[in-house]
């Protein structure tokens, strides 16, 4: 596996642990940004794609958190004034994400950090927002029924991009791991956007679909025939999006599910009459 930090980076987050030590927020911010564009700038460019700014945010995070911890220095104040002054660098920002997710894994104290999450939810920067969908990951995991009741709030909010970030954040993917065994976790709130109108959310819930008829097959199923079949076409549009991978093996099933004798989506076009 690339090793992200290396001795001269692990160097670097020494020296910075010292700065935030001083309360110097400025030059906290300025050498956050440095480390993470100089790690990134040694990654092959093959690697970049797996390797991207996200992983060194997320890497440099955890390499700083416990070191940080042993100092005087406030943690979440200094996390959180660096993430509230928006003129920072965004990775700087989610690296703040990380920081703060950690923080509230460890001491449990949610009520100091989902603010934090909740504005980075609504944020203009869209690398922030996907960063921070990734980073609260954790929390989920450590604090399932206190974070269940702030999903919940999040998916009914009427502001679609805290309904896209609960879906984001709920997908089955790799650093998710814990939900592919508690399903019922995940579908107790994606079941609240599934006659959203926004596009926004709605798209991030058929993807959500998709990715669980990987994991849980016949139950995924089930709700995407119930979706295609309840006469929404909100729902309608969500079960459609939820077979773009179905039907690269299964084409036919997935036109039955959808009651339709074709199937596009972008490259993607299959039509009953030439799979009989």
Request: glycine share 2%; with cysteine; aromatic share 10%.
């Amino acid at each position: 596996m690339f090793k992200l930090i290396k001795p001269a980076h692990e160097k670097n987050i020494r020296d910075l642990i010292k700065i935030m030590k001083d309360s110097d927020l400025q030059a906290t911010s300025g050498n956050m940004y440095y480390i993470i564009n100089s790690i990134h700038s040694e990654i092959p460019e093959k690697k970049r794609i797996s390797c991207g700014r996200y992983s060194i945010a997320k890497e440099v995070g955890l390499y700083m958190y416990p070191l940080f911890r042993k100092t005087e220095a406030d943690i979440l104040k200094t996390a959180k004034e660096i993430f509230n002054n928006t003129d920072n660098d965004q990775f700087v920002r989610s690296l703040c994400t990380q920081l703060l997710s950690l923080y509230g894994e460890e001491t449990g104290r949610l009520e100091t950090v989902l603010p934090v999450f909740e504005k980075a939810a609504i944020d203009d920067n869209w690398i922030l927002r996907e960063c921070a969908a990734g980073f609260i990951r954790k929390l989920i995991k450590k604090y399932p029924d206190e974070m269940h009741q702030w999903y919940v709030m999040m998916v009914t909010s009427d502001n679609p991009l805290k309904k896209r970030f609960a879906a984001e954040s709920l997908r089955p993917v790799a650093d998710n791991q814990w939900i592919k065994k508690n399903p019922d976790f995940a579908f107790s709130i994606l079941e609240h956007l599934f006659r959203e109108p926004e596009s926004y959310p709605r798209t991030s819930a058929g993807n959500n679909l998709s990715d669980w008829m990987r994991i849980d097959r016949e139950r995924t199923l089930e709700i995407v025939r119930q979706l295609a079949a309840n006469g929404d076409k909100n729902s309608y549009w969500i079960a459609y999006r939820a077979c773009r991978n179905l039907v690269k093996k299964e084409p036919l099933l997935a036109m039955d599910i959808l009651k339709t004798d074709k199937y596009i989506y972008k490259d993607r076009k299959f039509f009953r009459e030439n799979l009989k």
